[in-house]
Nanobody, 128 residues
Framework: QVQLLESGGGLVQPGGSLRLSCAVSGDTLDHHAIGWFRQAPGKEREFVAG????????KYADDMKGRCTISRDNAKNTVSLQMNSLKPEDTADYYC?????????????????????WGQGIQVTVSS
């Protein structure tokens, strides 16, 4: 059984940084597409960042470009999301997701429907 467990969330002041981690058990991350999504109260889930299964494609939401970096550590079977210059509007529950299926490159990492496994989410609050 594949399980994803996020950590690293919490309260941070505007302009601060957080590093979210996602530990994956029950499967290996090698050659899997990985995504981070978030959902703020009263809003729909939205894409934050993703890496394609071939690992040569990274994509970021427009409002996160230049402020976050997604990475994977296949040896540790973990995925990370480094977020900098955080804003109050970044407040949300953040979810990591893994897609073990090698889909065509036309299926973007921002497509939430492609992900088979999801973490339970972790809260990030940006407030002074």
């Amino acid at each position: 059984q594949v399980q994803l467990l996020e950590s690293g969330g919490g309260l941070v002041q505007p302009g601060g940084s957080l590093r979210l981690s996602c530990a994956v058990s029950g499967d290996t991350l090698d050659h899997h597409a990985i995504g981070w999504f978030r959902q703020a109260p009263g809003k729909e889930r939205e894409f934050v960042a993703g890496i394609g299964w071939s690992a040569d494609t990274q994509k970021y939401a427009d409002d996160m470009k230049g402020r976050c970096t997604i990475s994977r550590d296949n040896a540790k079977n973990t995925v990370s999301l480094q977020m900098n210059s955080l804003k109050p509007e970044d407040t949300a529950d953040y979810y990591c997701a893994v897609d073990p299926i090698h889909r065509p490159v036309t299926v973007g990492v921002e497509s939430a429907w492609r992900y088979v496994y999801w973490g339970q989410g972790i809260q990030v609050t940006v407030s002074s």
